[in-house]
């Protein structure tokens, strides 16, 4: 057959020639293109940009003639670019297609191409590496343009197929390596590149090359090594039919696979399909996947279909695709032949029996087969097994087709078995994406390394399992789950992992159903199936961290931990999802508030509805992302009252926002934007007293923070206090005792009275992870008590070694009251909390405003448009931006003021009164300007420095202290702004300020600030 198509394809040629040879007259463009490939340098790819746009536009009889030309250059085409190769064989598949070219003329028309880029005989290779002959790039070509013309290509193949000899044997091995794995390349074409590798084992040995190609240790060529395992397979199977030469590659390839089994080294996957392998090679039997159904997952069904691709059916189908499986299997046992016919053959000593059934019996199997695989038209795709994709970009269509390779594997019938054996586990008691996880752990791991896990699952079963693969979200419990199941007495661990197991196959379920639930979030802020199912799960690995967290303080509670986890219900564990959306708001340039605004009052709607206070829901959300947290330090003041907004900036602060809500109420609300609220406390207070009525509150902070003070008040129970004592214990000891009380929980044991303290990390971990925790740390504090007879108060003084707390709270100072109640906690603390105290959830006890709150870093008020903030205020919070940062992030704030609007800020003045930033606000007036006269902003914004009462242990200089920098953007109405100072406060430009060399040596002791402002000077002059 292979002599008879070159003589035919001769034939051609020589019939095209003559055809072409009677029109050579009228081939101006195709002689022009072939000049300049001639003329050409080699080492410049662009002398070929103009030939090969010629050669893209020829229509048929144009680019047939220009084959027929290109075949005359036969001894130097090879050294023409790849690239060349490529728009000529492009423009014919194009053509074909266009054309409509089919079967014989097809085939016709890939020899004319074939024979005019065939390798010329006077062309020999300088090594075997060398890929420079037109055949080579040929085919290198064909590879690429295979899956946009799959048709053309495919008749290309077959002719190139018959000198495949003459393509370099390396390049031609990876190629149909590369090729014949994919389910997007034809069976036609893998049967023909097969028969062609067959045949050319007459010609080299496939030997050394296969051996270099399976690399079972390196996980950077595992899918290359699987591709190799699957390119064997297909030869071997094949070898049979289509071997041409007394060369046995059937030997060859049992040889090299024999050679890797004896190792066993590195991946259990890999390891376990060269083995299968192996045995099928050598008895002769190759396991077909039939498309008999097969349990694949809970409520799910697979088969595998004619095509070779697994199917899965859709769980509500489960129960009447069982239905029929088994009138299918008790039918045919039906067909069978009947014992008597079976014993009497046996008696008469027949080897063989005849038997039919009858043509009811067929019929009716072949519907029930019919019926049963209508079940499975839906083939099986990467989001099946990893839950739905999260948004995070395209597909890699490569790496999906690479996951469906190993998972079909997976699930062979003899890969299920070989787990169910070494693991103890059947693969269809996991979820879909529990096994994808499950394959990419055997994948990565050799024998050795998998054997722990092998121990494990086949202790604790698939529950066991289940919690193992959770690690997927967090690799580094891996280890701790196993270690759990060693340490920890087996009856108690098999219940957590029993738990654990419910909650993530309810995480499963729930998360399909909570998608469509949960739509209602905001363009841009959709939420995907893993990012639900991903939130659900944050409880699950709460159990198995406070698991660790007890098991390594030496007991556990199972009960606890549990009881403690089912407190949240999934609909409040998804809205975490919807926070985290929101937030992304400010990953964004040009961020519209009011955008911002519509999103979260989507959610709070969403709150709104449920049975639990919506704040509370709304902070463990806040707490599972991480922006929920105590203060971090004793001297920290979370929970500011407005009074305290009014002393530091000088100012009346609710007259302020009065006075600029009500100008141009016509213009609707206003919008006012705070900078670290602590706990949102003096906000909520403002808004309580009406001051901000006319205000759309924001605020931005990197978290949200709660004072423990507050919980713990709520969780003590005062009045049976004063029963026991038969004595008033008054608001101020009780706050007082309060205070005591959270410190001592705190502070390490021993450093109560320290001047430079220890945190006790243990405590603040823990509380951190579940404000919750708190409860147990109360119920343990009596100890503590007793050995604190001091505790630091709030006031700090900073060091070069940090904060030093020099003022003590001294027990034996205290009311004579306030000790007795101390000694009562001391004694039996839990018998003066709450009766409720175990149903109390302290995210309700929780003194924090989390209403109007964006996440972020301060830096991040760039993200928002200009122009939509009217008051924007910072106590507190921004006094710890960096110096160098600290101008950017003033003129950024102004830009985002409305013409009128107005910045008010106790930054000019660094954290415990150190320093002032005067000469930094000069230069951010500079900048300013200069923006003003770009037009950037609209008017030069005027900046003023409210002088005042300095604040008591931190300002050095005790009257008229810079307390605040005041910037307008636009003129500012000086006398109705003085009448909303407080007493004892003036509001000075700040050019005065800078200017009064006298009053800036007076704010520090050193004079600081004076040779800040003058070296300042010094360098704009």
């Not at 419990?477 to 920890?488: N, Q, S, V, Y």
């Not at 409860?775 to 904060?803: C, F, N, R, W, Y």
């Amino acid at each position: 057959m292979r002599a008879g198509m070159e003589i035919n394809n001769d034939i051609r040629h020589q019939q095209v020639s003559e055809e072409l040879h009677e029109g050579e007259q009228d081939m101006p463009v195709e002689k022009k293109a072939l000049e300049l490939l001639v003329s050409g340098d080699v080492e410049d790819k662009d002398d070929y940009s103009e030939a090969c746009a010629m050669i893209s536009s020829l229509d048929v009889r144009g680019y047939r003639k220009f084959l027929f030309l290109f075949d005359e250059i036969a001894g130097r085409r090879h050294q023409l670019p790849e690239s060349v190769f490529r728009v000529i064989m492009s423009r014919g598949f194009q053509l074909a297609r266009e054309n409509n070219i089919k079967e014989t003329e097809l085939w016709s028309f890939c020899c004319e191409m074939e024979n005019a880029v065939q390798l010329h005989g006077d062309f020999r290779r300088d090594n075997d590496k060398d890929t420079s002959s037109s055949v080579d790039k040929s085919f290198t070509v064909l590879r690429e343009l295979y899956f946009e013309y799959p048709e053309q290509a495919e008749a290309y193949w077959k002719v190139l197929s018959q000198n495949g000899q003459t393509i370099n044997n390396d390049l031609l091995l990876n190629g149909m390596a590369d090729m014949n794995w994919r389910p997007d390349v034809s069976p036609e074409f893998k049967a023909t590149s097969v028969d062609a590798m067959n045949y050319l084992a007459s010609f080299f040995n496939y030997e050394k090359a296969f051996k270099g190609s399976l690399d079972f240790k390196n996980s950077n060529n595992f899918n290359r090594t699987g591709r190799w395992l699957e390119f064997i397979r297909q030869l071997h199977a094949y070898s049979d039919n289509a071997q041409f030469s007394e060369v046995k590659i059937k030997e060859t390839l049992i040889s090299v696979l024999r050679a890797v089994a004896e190792k066993n080294e590195g991946s259990y996957l890999l390891n376990s399909r060269a083995r299968q392998l192996l045995s099928e090679m050598e008895s002769g039997e190759y396991h077909r996947n039939d498309n008999n159904a097969f349990a694949i997952a809970p409520q799910r069904f697979g088969s595998f279909r004619h095509d070779g691709r697994l199917a899965i059916s859709d769980p509500d189908d489960y129960p009447e695709i069982k239905s029929v499986q088994l009138e299918l299997r008790e039918h045919e046992e039906h067909m069978m032949p009947p014992e008597e016919a079976i014993k009497a053959a046996r008696a008469s000593g027949l080897q063989y029996l005849e038997w039919s059934p009858s043509r009811e019996d067929v019929i009716k199997h072949r519907g029930l087969l019919s019926q049963r695989a209508g079940f499975f038209l839906k083939k099986l795709e990467v989001p099946d097994i990893t839950l739905s994709r999260s948004g995070k970009g395209p597909s890699d269509k490569e790496a999906d087709m690479q996951t469906l390779f190993d998972y079909e594997y997976l699930q062979s019938g003899p890969m299920r078995e070989q787990i169910h054996q070494d693991f103890g586990v059947e693969l269809s008691q996991l979820t879909l994406p529990e096994q994808n996880y499950f394959l990419k752990f055997i994948k990565r791991r050799g024998a050795e390394e998998a054997k722990p896990v092998m121990e494990f699952t086949k202790r604790y079963g698939n529950d066991g399992m289940t919690t193992f693969l959770s690690t997927e979200f967090d690799p580094s419990m891996g280890e701790r789950i196993l270690e759990l199941g060693k340490k920890m007495k087996p009856e108690e661990v098999q219940i957590i992992f029993k738990e654990f197991a419910a909650l993530t196959h309810n995480a499963r379920e729930k998360s399909e159903k909570l998608v469509g639930e949960l739509s209602r979030v905001p363009a841009g802020a959709t939420l995907s199936q893993q990012e639900i199912y991903e939130c659900l799960m944050v409880r699950a690995k709460d159990l198995l961290k406070e698991s660790f967290n007890k098991m390594e303080q030496g007991g556990l509670d199972v009960s606890e931990v549990i009881a403690e986890l089912k407190k949240e219900t999934a609909f409040h564990e998804v809205l975490r999802v919807q926070f985290m959306k929101i937030a992304e708001l400010l990953t964004r340039d040009n961020v519209d508030l009011a955008e911002y605004e519509r999103a979260q009052e989507m959610v709070m709607q969403s709150i709104g509805g449920s049975e639990q206070p919506s704040e509370a829901i709304y902070l463990r959300a806040l707490n599972a992302m991480g922006k929920l947290r105590p203060m971090p330090e004793l001297y920290w003041k979370v929970d500011r009252q407005p009074e305290e907004y009014n002393q530091r900036l000088g100012v009346n602060v609710a007259e302020v926002l009065r006075g600029a809500g009500q100008s141009g109420q016509g213009d609707g609300k206003k919008t006012l934007l705070e900078f670290g609220p602590g706990s949102g406390l003096a906000k909520h207070k403002l808004r309580l007293s009406g001051a901000a009525d006319n205000f759309t509150e924001f605020a931005m902070s990197d978290a949200l923070y709660y004072d423990l003070a507050g919980p713990i008040q709520r969780l003590i129970d005062f009045d049976k206090i004063e029963v026991a004592l038969g004595k008033e214990l008054k608001e101020q000891d009780r706050q007082s005792l309060v205070e005591y009380v959270k410190r001592t929980i705190l502070i390490k044991a021993g450093q109560t009275a320290a001047g430079k303290i220890e945190y006790n990390q243990d405590v603040q971990s823990d509380i951190v992870r579940d404000p919750n925790a708190l409860k147990k740390h109360l119920k343990d504090s009596g100890k503590k008590m007793q050995d604190a007879e001091a505790v630091p108060t709030s006031q700090a003084i900073e060091t070069p070694d940090g904060p030093i707390y020099a003022q003590k709270f001294e027990v034996a100072r205290q009311t004579a009251v306030w000790q007795d109640a101390r000694q009562l906690l001391i004694r039996e603390v839990e018998k003066y909390l709450r009766d409720d105290f175990d149903e109390q959830d302290v995210y309700e006890l929780l003194n924090a405003h989390p209403a109007g709150v964006m996440l972020g870093d301060f830096s991040e008020v760039n993200k928002l448009r200009d122009g939509q903030i009217d008051v924007a205020l910072g106590v507190r919070s921004t006094v710890y931006v960096d110096r160098e940062k600290y101008g950017k992030f003033i003129v950024d704030v102004v830009k985002k003021l409305k013409t009128g609007g107005m910045y008010l800020d106790d930054n000019v003045r660094e954290n415990f009164g150190r320093y002032y930033r005067i000469a930094e606000l000069q230069g951010v007036q500079q900048e300013l300007n200069e923006l003003a006269r770009q037009g950037v902003i609209p008017a030069e914004p005027e900046i003023y420095i409210v002088q005042g009462p300095g604040i008591k242990g931190e300002d050095y200089k005790t009257t008229d202290a810079p307390l605040a920098v005041l910037i307008s953007n636009g003129p500012l109405d000086g006398g109705q702004m003085s009448k909303m100072l407080e007493p004892g406060c003036r509001l000075v430009r700040l050019d005065a300020v800078a200017g009064n060399a006298e009053y800036l040596r007076s704010l520090n002791a050193h004079g600081g600030v004076e040779q800040t402002v003058i070296q300042r000077s010094q360098r704009a002059a």
